[in-house]
Each structure stands twice: as C-alpha cells, then as structure tokens.
C-alpha cells in the first residue's frame, strides 16, 4: 500500500510521510480524534440507489448498505492457514509459501473456474469464472509482498486484502496480517449457509480470528444467483464492466489523503462494521474486476476497461486478462511523467506528485457466465 521505493528524493520524501501518516494513526489511538467505542451496532444507515444503463437490455439495480456502526470484538480464537489444507476447492495467493492445496504462483497458475450445480426452477443461476495474477512491489518482490486474495469457488467468492506497509518501519509484516485475513474469510465462508453468505458477518468474524499484527484493507465479493454481494473497507475495490462500459465502481474509504480505512488486529484500527455493503444485479457476459489500490491508483477506469474489451475480443480468460492489466498497472506505476489516479489525488491535496504509484498489485478477474464452457486461457 505505502511506497517503500522512490524515484526521486522528493517523491521519497511525501510516500515516507504518507505512509507514517497511517501508521501513527494505529499506533497513536488515544491521541486519534475517531473514536469507536461509544457507538451503537444498531445505528445503521441504508440508502438505495437504482441505475439505469440506457441501451441495455439488462437494468442495473444496485442496493447499498452503510453500516456505520462499529462494536468492540473479544474472546474469539485464532485460526490459521493450517486450517486450509483440506480445501482442495480453494484457491489462495499469498506470494509466499502456501499449503500444497492452496496455490500462491501466480504467474504459473493454472485459470480459477467456479462450478455450480443448478437445483432449483425458474432462476438464472450464474457463474463466476475466475483467474488472478498479483506482482508484487519490485522491492517485496522477495518476500512476496503485503496483498493477499483468494478464489473459492464453491462459494462462489473471491477477496483481496492490502497490508499496510508502513509497519515495515517496526519489523512487521503487514502481509502476514493481509494473509491470515484472507484465510479466515475463506474458512467463515465455508460457515456460512450455502446460497446465503452474509459477507460483513464473514468480515466481522475473520476480522476477530485474526491474530497477526499489522493491518490491512479488504473487499469480499460473492455471486448467489443473480445478485452479486460485496462489502469494501478501505481503498481495495471492485468494478463491473458490461457491454464495452464500466457501469459501477466501489468507493474508497479513507479518513484522508492516501489514508484508507483498515482493519488491524487492536482496537486502533477500524472496524469491519464500517464496511460499504453492495448488491448488484448481474448478467452473463458482464465481467467483475477486483483489485488493490496497486491497480486503481494507477489506471483509470476507462483504462481497465480497455484491456477487458481487448482481452474478451481475443478470447483470452480471466486469468490472461487479470495478468494484463496487472502488467499496464505496473507499468503504468513506473511511468513518472503521465497523470494516474494516484496523481490526481494527491494533487487535489494539495501535494505537488507526478507519475504512478510503486505498490503491490493483485488483480482478481471473473466473467459472469451461465455457460457450461467458459473461456479457456
């Protein structure tokens, strides 16, 4: 998430800044002006909001759902990745080693398909067909990075999670945080009942089961039928392109400039409950694009949108398609004389930045399909 290697000492300068920006904020809580505590569970907010894509044959019907309460997590127990050896359905990347059923090659990894089994009459029941590739920070590259993802797809779900890199500067690896969390969704999820997963119920849990230190964001996204569910925190996202258009993106959650929420394993941090709730209503052919802020700091919608369009035309899969604009993203992310995301934000802050943004990039990429024989690779 924060910048470890710099350009110029300028640039060096303001990410090294932003970085203990964040992190003073975990570390500094009785000083912190958010105050958490003193709220109720039961003060949520809902607001729902109807789009209309004209020309598409398909409305697009979004329901969104604020959770603006927060409450303080005890007595829960840990869980680890050992817990996982046993999902040989599960697909989890963490750029280090990994149990022999979960799968943290990227760059080797065979395409992610979700299978379902249709039982009931008179629903569409869709698919996620999915693929991922994650490159890591050019300097993390040996260590694997701070993000972390998985595929599972019984579930139909997929998540991203970013550790927060400026407790590098303590000697902790926020990607131990970023990857626990992601192993206890993956477990939650397995919780759940089938066809009814209540994601901030699985964040809320995998949040107090995790142990490590550090802190991360997190985006969870699952399909039931014809309903895609997501819940967001922080500057991790997702977007659905349909029919060549990028139709819906994710809001960032920061409490300012290149300070995302995060959850961290104490009460400094956020809480899962701040979490943004969405429910969208998909169609086969539409595609889901699912990243850290590695990805959306450096390319624009329209640029994303770009490659999808591109790679569908070809008929390359998710996996080729996810390693695709992983690449323009990092690519993109060492080019210091074009505007990015990230760019443009800071300026509107008021920090004088040229260029992209050298991070960790997970791209998580699924076609929406109820055909039996999705793309190949």
Request: one cysteine or more; aromatic letters at 8%.
């Amino acid at each position: 998430m924060a910048v470890c290697g710099s350009r110029t000492s300028h640039i060096g300068h303001f990410v090294g800044k932003m970085a203990a920006r964040r992190l003073h904020y975990a570390l500094a809580v009785n000083n912190s002006s958010v105050s958490y505590s003193n709220r109720s569970i039961e003060n949520v907010r809902k607001a729902n909001i109807s789009l209309r894509n004209k020309g598409q044959p398909h409305n697009f019907m979004l329901s969104q759902y604020f959770k603006t309460s927060v409450a303080k997590r005890k007595g829960h127990e840990g869980f680890g990745l050992e817990g996982f050896r046993v999902l040989s359905l599960a697909r989890f990347s963490s750029g280090t080693t990994a149990p022999s059923s979960l799968s943290s090659d990227n760059t080797k990894e065979k395409e992610q398909t979700a299978d379902t089994v249709d039982s009931s009459e008179g629903k569409i029941h869709l698919k996620l067909n999915s693929g991922s590739f994650y490159l890591p920070h050019p300097a993390k590259a040996k260590t694997g990075g701070e993000d972390a993802h998985f595929i599972y797809d019984p579930a139909q779900a997929i998540g991203v999670a970013d550790g927060v890199g400026g407790w590098a500067d303590l000697g902790i690896d926020a990607g131990e945080y970023a990857r626990e969390l992601m192993s206890n969704c993956m477990s939650v999820i397995q919780e759940e009942p089938k066809d009814s997963v209540d994601l901030i119920r699985v964040l809320e849990k995998a949040y107090m089961r995790t142990k490590a230190k550090g802190s991360s964001t997190a985006c969870i996204v699952a399909l039931t039928d014809e309903d895609l569910y997501a819940v967001n925190l922080g500057d991790s996202g997702f977007m659905l392109v349909r029919h060549g258009s990028a139709i819906f993106k994710s809001p960032v959650q920061q409490h300012g400039f290149n300070f995302p929420y995060q959850l961290e394993g104490s009460t400094a941090g956020d809480s899962p409950s701040l979490a943004q709730a969405f429910k969208i209503t998909v169609a086969p052919g539409d595609v889901l694009v699912v990243g850290t802020d590695g990805l959306f700091d450096n390319l624009y919608d329209a640029d994303i949108t770009e490659v999808v369009i591109h790679a569908v035309e070809a008929g390359f899969g998710p996996q080729m398609t996810a390693k695709k604009i992983a690449a323009l993203a990092q690519q993109r992310a060492m080019d210091t004389t074009k505007p990015s995301p990230f760019s443009d934000a800071a300026k509107e802050a008021g920090f004088e930045y040229q260029g992209g943004k050298l991070d960790d990039i997970t791209v998580v990429v699924s076609y929406v399909t109820n055909n039996a024989n999705p793309l190949a690779n």
